[in-house]
Each structure stands twice: as structure tokens, then as C-alpha cells.
């Protein structure tokens, strides 16, 4: 089970740190900060604080009405999984997104002049040296302000961890 903070106790905690610490940029570590959009909604309604923030997000959430809203509220970044730029691979890894709504979030995106960083990840079972070069002709097309690279990892328990030892 999962419990995320509401809006409220988010905003009291980044005045607290605001106010004692006076940090230049606040990184909320939630791989989907913007999941649940009535909790997003209230933040960004009630973040008055004059230091910018990110976040990490999916790109099927984003919205021109979302990234306005975000951004009038201070946000400066965003962080998007981008995983492979191959569709195949996408849903062989149940990411649960595609390569169109990739293009679509990335344009959004760059439109509203926020900065976000893609996370790709290289490497999967049956993932070709070609869809692998294709993931970051992919990427690079859809100009982020930076890409982070990352070699899979087969996690204990997965069906990816059991493919790769049977």
C-alpha cells in the first residue's frame, strides 16, 4: 500500500524548509508526482514560495493545461522514463506508455519552456543493438535538456529477473 502526502502537508513542509534553509531549488522525489491530479491541482494552487522546484512525471499525464499550471507554480523541471524508444520494447517491458505520447509530452514540454531530463534505460532481454541505437536517435529527437542513460537491471522477483535466469 502506498500513502502520499496531500497538498497541504507538501506545502507546510517546503515553507519549513523554505524558511530554515532558504534552498535554491526544491526536487520532489516521487517517481509520479503528478499522478493524482486533484492532489497536484491543490499544490500547485498553493505553492507561493519564490523558490523553483521538479519533479518526475509520465509522460501520458502531461497536458498543455498541466505543464501551464505547473510551471506558473514554479516548477522549473521535470523528469520524464522514456525507457526505449521503441514501441515494441515498450510493451514488452509493461511500461504502459508509447513512443507517440512520448513525442506529445516532449512537445508540450519544450513548448512551455520547461527543462526535463529523459531516463533511458539500454539493455533489455530480446532488445537488439539496433533498437537500442534507434532508443537514442529516438531521444535525442525529442531535445531534452539532458538524457541519463542507465543499463537494465533484472530485479529479484520480476518476470524480467526470471527470463534472463531460465
Not at 17 to 24: C, T, V, W
Request: net charge positive; aromatic share 16%.
Amino acid at each position: 500500500n502506498v500513502t502520499y502526502k496531500s497538498a497541504t502537508r507538501l506545502i507546510e513542509e517546503t515553507k519549513y524548509i523554505h524558511n530554515k534553509f532558504k534552498p535554491n531549488f526544491f526536487t520532489f522525489w516521487d517517481e509520479v508526482f503528478t499522478l493524482h491530479k486533484k492532489r497536484l491541482y491543490e499544490f500547485c494552487t498553493k505553492y507561493k514560495l519564490s523558490t523553483s522546484w521538479r519533479c518526475d512525471t509520465r509522460a501520458d499525464i502531461i497536458t498543455d493545461e498541466i505543464a501551464v499550471m505547473m510551471k506558473d507554480a514554479g516548477c522549473k523541471q521535470m523528469s520524464i522514463g522514456v525507457e526505449s524508444g521503441v514501441d515494441e520494447i515498450l510493451e514488452y517491458v509493461g511500461k504502459g506508455e508509447t513512443t507517440k505520447q512520448y513525442l506529445q509530452a516532449a512537445g508540450i514540454l519544450n513548448k512551455n519552456e520547461i527543462q526535463w531530463k529523459a531516463y533511458c534505460i539500454v539493455g533489455f532481454p530480446r532488445e537488439t543493438k539496433e533498437n537500442m541505437l534507434e532508443t537514442i536517435k529516438f531521444v535525442k529527437g525529442l531535445k531534452p535538456y539532458r538524457i541519463t542513460l542507465s543499463f537494465f537491471t533484472p530485479y529479484y522477483g520480476t518476470s524480467l529477473y526470471q527470463e534472463c535466469f531460465d
